[in-house]
């Protein structure tokens, strides 16, 4: 008599809960999905990853142009060049914003997958933020050297304690928005169109190209804290900035804003995802 | 023991949305507030489905289009809940419910074999341990570092069922996938089905074909419009299935699919399959009496009746068209008795009946899928090995063979 095996039930209920044993236990999947998506983002560029910092390079130098004297960042931040400026906010966006674009299609460009085997579905949005996440490495080292190149100076004791919040931020709201759109993506597809057009909006209500001091008023600045990414950028600066001191409603509305929107996109998605095999 | 599969009254209920698709817009979820929800019809795929899987058992599953096996099969493998009713494994299930899930076109044979057998479940180090059996048994070697796009469909194919030929889960779910690639291809995966399943692993397996199920699994569930009909012996469970099949020799076509123009002139009634021995059962090489009736309504220039047998994979095989005999037939008003004698010479397995008709400029009628009709291997007292040929025609060859 061999011994038995553990007893797994397939049934109708389903928990709303993360099962992190089961993800752990498909670990490579993560991998093998992300390093897919990334091989085949680059096949057959001639440049290849240099895209990856091309794209925001270009982006800064067009905005410097267009925004930099006008929007004169010099006068609340003393030596702070507008290129890196805008880098820094561009630096987080474009992880927040090629994250969300491609987690919201997600279900839909994996649907054949999803019809014909299963794992832990909250893999597919996940992969979705390793893959920007990549893209964010390799930007982020052309940030390095556009700050050595500009010779900013960088409070480093700020720099440990706001670059770690911010970054933890940026995941829990990107992850939390991206695993919601991709859920309601499969069951709604006007989210097709909804997306990049949300995303175009969020650009000019987060402080990437603009600082947020610039909007006088509390209150507004109160409910832009709404948007994870703003709490995101305006952490990221602040090692540069210099700013001594941080509005701590600001900070609370943020942490609770992140959080609920990582909660409620992971409820969202574990409720629906059960049903997107007969509906994607 | 304690089984290691128990399916425990298994319900599974689809909302069939009558206008559009199935998934919603905000619009219709707005405009759905106000209307009557008369809109949405319940349909049970499975109801109530209950058995048990012993360890080491392989299982067929059989049954007509429609009749819940594919859902039933999606269930076992978690894509997708049962409404209501419950489950109990005690092993690691691996479905294959499609080959090369998750292929990807752009990256190399080499990658999709990675990427492949970890959506299939396996583990980096099991593949890497596996990766030149893998290659070896697909036949690819030399084409392992080129995108997949560049290989043909053939070989594409057979990669990935290399891939899946090489998962050693405790439970094997399989949906008709045994189907791929060329003939001698099909052989060498169906004698790796047959290792893992005398290897003492469990195999669930859907199929069409009933000479392949009856090869591999000893016990069959037949399923009929979502209902269990029957659970044990696989030779009763198939004889059930042709069964309920046709009921008798007369085929009532009248409720079938049909495709072509519609026209309202003609329309074929009945259909009989006159000599078959039990069900729709004919043996290699015998031949196949077929009755087609229909009636003309308005009269029709140079018509055409005919049949045609479609194998498994949707291959036309045969086809017999009544101007073998009448260059030219004028279809005048009336009602027709047509009847065909035909030596089809295929090999043993199970084919699709199809009628239509056509006139000098429209093909009026085609009815797909009128009936399955089983070919029976020819020589039973063989071993069960020797049975099947390999062909797709079944040929009269004679032998003499002396020592020299």
């Known amino acids: ?280 | 023991m304690k089984p290691i599969l128990d399916i425990q009254q298994v319900s599974k209920l689809f909302q069939l949305y009558h206008k559009g698709l199935p998934y919603l817009s905000f619009r219709d979820r707005i405009t759905g507030m106000f209307k009557k929800r008369d809109e949405v019809e319940e349909f049970w795929a499975l109801k109530d489905i209950s058995f048990t899987v012993e360890p080491g058992e392989s299982i067929g599953i059989i049954g007509r289009n429609g009749a819940g096996k594919s859902t039933l099969l999606k269930i076992l493998s978690k894509i997708t809940p049962p409404t209501t009713g419950r489950i109990v494994s005690r092993g690691r299930i691996a479905s294959l419910l499609e080959v090369g899930t998750g292929f990807h076109q752009e990256l190399t044979g080499r990658e999709n074999i990675y990427m492949n057998g970890s959506i299939l479940g396996m583990r980096k180090w099991e593949i890497d341990k596996k990766f030149d059996e893998i290659v070896d048994f697909s036949g690819t070697d030399k084409f392992l570092d080129m995108a997949l796009k560049h290989y043909s469909s053939g070989m594409q194919l057979r990669l990935a069922f290399a891939v899946a030929a090489h998962l050693e889960p405790e439970i094997l779910v399989l949906d008709e996938v045994l189907a791929v690639g060329d003939v001698a291809f099909q052989r060498k995966c169906f004698q790796k089905m047959e290792d893992i399943s005398s290897g003492g692993r469990t195999i669930i397996l859907v199929s069409h074909n009933m000479t392949q199920v009856k090869q591999l699994c000893k016990k069959g569930v037949l399923l009929d419009q979502g209902k269990l009909q029957f659970v044990g012996n696989m030779h009763d469970a198939i004889s059930g299935y042709l069964n309920n099949s046709v009921r008798n020799n007369n085929i009532d076509v009248s409720s079938l699919g049909r495709m072509g123009t519609k026209s309202p002139d003609f329309t074929i009634q009945t259909m009989r399959v006159l000599n078959v021995k039990e069900d729709l059962q004919v043996l290699e090489g015998d031949k196949l009496s077929l009755e087609i009736e229909y009636e003309v309504f308005a009269p029709i220039n140079e018509l055409v009746v005919g049949f045609s047998l479609t194998d498994f994979y949707g291959n036309n095989v045969v086809e017999c068209r009544s101007t073998a005999s009448y260059k030219k037939f004028e279809g005048a008003v009336g009602r027709y008795r047509a009847r065909v004698d035909v030596f089809p010479g295929v090999s043993s397995g199970t084919y699709n009946l199809n009628v239509g008709a056509r006139s000098d400029v429209s093909h009026l009628e085609f009815i797909p899928s009128v009936a399955s009709l089983d070919i029976l291997p020819a020589v039973s007292e063989l071993e069960e090995w020797n049975k099947s040929s390999a062909g797709i025609l079944s040929v009269k060859s004679d032998w003499d063979i002396k020592k020299i």
């Not at chain 1, 014909?116 to 490495?137: E, Q």
């Not at chain 1, 001594?244 to 959080?259: E, P, W």
């Open chain 1, 1 to 280: 008599m061999q011994a038995q095996q553990k007893e797994n039930i397939i049934s109708s209920d389903r928990s709303v809960i993360l099962n992190l044993s089961e993800l752990w236990s498909y670990r490579e999947l993560f991998y093998f999905f992300t390093w897919r998506d990334v091989k085949v983002k680059y096949k057959q560029t001639t440049l290849g990853v240099i895209w990856v910092v091309l794209q925001p390079i270009l982006t800064v130098i067009i905005f410097s142009f267009f925004f930099g004297r006008a929007l004169n960042v010099e006068k609340t931040s003393p030596g702070l060049p507008y290129p890196v400026f805008v880098f820094s906010g561009l630096l987080l966006w474009n992880f927040f914003s090629s994250s969300v674009n491609s987690a919201g299609n997600s279900m839909l460009t994996n649907a054949p997958i999803i019809k014909k085997i299963y794992f832990p579905r909250i893999i597919i949005p996940v992969t979705a933020l390793l893959v920007s996440g990549v893209d964010f490495i390799v930007a982020f080292v052309a940030y390095v050297g556009v700050l050595i190149y500009y010779n900013v100076h960088i409070d480093f004791m700020a720099l440990l304690i706001f670059w770690p919040i911010s970054i933890m931020f940026l995941l829990l709201g990107t992850l939390g928005i991206s695993c919601w759109l991709a859920a309601l993506n499969v069951k709604y597809r006007d989210f097709r169109y909804v997306i990049p057009f949300g995303l175009q909006i969020a650009l000019f209500v987060s402080p990437v190209i603009y600082p947020a001091s610039i909007i006088s008023e509390r209150w507004v600045n109160y409910v832009l804290a709404l948007n994870p990414m703003y709490a995101a950028i305006n952490f990221f600066r602040v090692p540069l900035t210099g700013a001594n001191s941080i509005d701590i409603v600001l900070m609370l509305i943020s942490s609770v804003s992140s959080t609920l929107f990582v909660l409620l996109g992971i409820y969202y998605f574990k409720r629906t995802e059960a049903f997107f095999a007969d509906i994607a």
